[in-house]
């Protein structure tokens, strides 16, 4: 049982390329969700999904794609890389939205 | 709208003292719940202990209990005789009932020195 899986465990990209971080998770769970951390900001939520097919935004959206077509697999893209994206992005799932999330290990990205 | 407030960005403590985290929260919503997590300096978030609004009662685990006041919209954490394996940053978290949004303080970085 691996949990919630992501990768890569680094990236470093040039502004203006694009990306999908990778994520996945093997419980089953219906909801997952991307934040991005950030120095004294915690946590924030860029995108989340309730099931398969289903995606909605997040607190910080703004130049992040996400898609949910299985249950197992919701990857983030990052379509124009910007300086401002450097960031620890972490994935989590949850069974459902009330109970805690389990998350992955993160993706530290840094954009020149 | 909701807000979690961790004002303590920073506590050091010398092993074995106690210390207490403080998050203070805002939301409109009689329902709701409350979250910490555990970050050890290897990054990965560790979930603690969730907590509704209906059940004020404090929780203690081991060395750690949590005090839940919605008189005071709080919901601290304690570590009774800290260790240094207790150096991390500690995030508070709220979710309400309705919605889908989990926000997080921004965290209080704890160091324990031996």
């Known amino acids: 049982n691996a949990g919630v899986t992501q990768t890569p465990k680094f990236q470093v990209l040039k502004t203006g390329q694009s990306m999908t971080l990778q994520c996945a998770q093997d419980?089953?769970?219906?909801?997952m969700s991307w934040y991005r951390q950030d120095p004294g900001m915690g946590l924030r939520l860029i995108h989340y999904?309730?099931?398969?097919?289903?995606?909605d935004q997040g607190e910080v959206p703004n130049g992040y794609n996400v898609s949910r077509s299985t249950t197992e697999d919701f990857p983030l893209r990052l379509l124009s890389a910007a300086p401002s994206q450097t960031s620890v992005y972490f994935c989590?799932?949850?069974?459902?939205?009330?109970?805690?999330?389990?998350f992955g290990n993160g993706t530290r990205l840094t954009v020149t | 709208a909701q807000k979690v407030t961790q004002a303590q960005t920073e506590i050091s403590v010398v092993e074995k003292e106690d210390v207490t985290l403080d998050c203070v929260y805002e939301?409109?919503?009689?329902?709701?719940?409350l979250f910490w997590y555990k970050q050890p300096p290897s990054g990965e978030l560790v979930f603690l202990i969730r907590?509704?609004?209906?059940?004020?009662q404090n929780e203690i685990s081991g060395r750690y209990s949590w005090n839940f006041q919605k008189s005071t919209s709080s919901f601290n954490f304690t570590i009774t005789a800290s260790q240094v394996v207790d150096s991390a940053v500690y995030f508070c978290?709220?979710?309400?009932?309705?919605?889908?949004?989990?926000?997080f303080g921004g965290g209080t970085r704890l160091m324990v020195k031996p």
């Open positions: 989590a799932s949850s069974y459902s939205r009330v109970l805690p999330l389990h």
């Open positions: 419980m089953n769970h219906e909801y």
């Open positions: 999904s309730v099931g398969a097919g289903i995606t």
């Open positions: 939301t409109r919503d009689t329902t709701y719940y």
């Open positions: 907590r509704n609004s209906f059940d004020e």
């Open positions: 978290a709220l979710k309400n009932n309705a919605g889908n949004m989990l926000t």
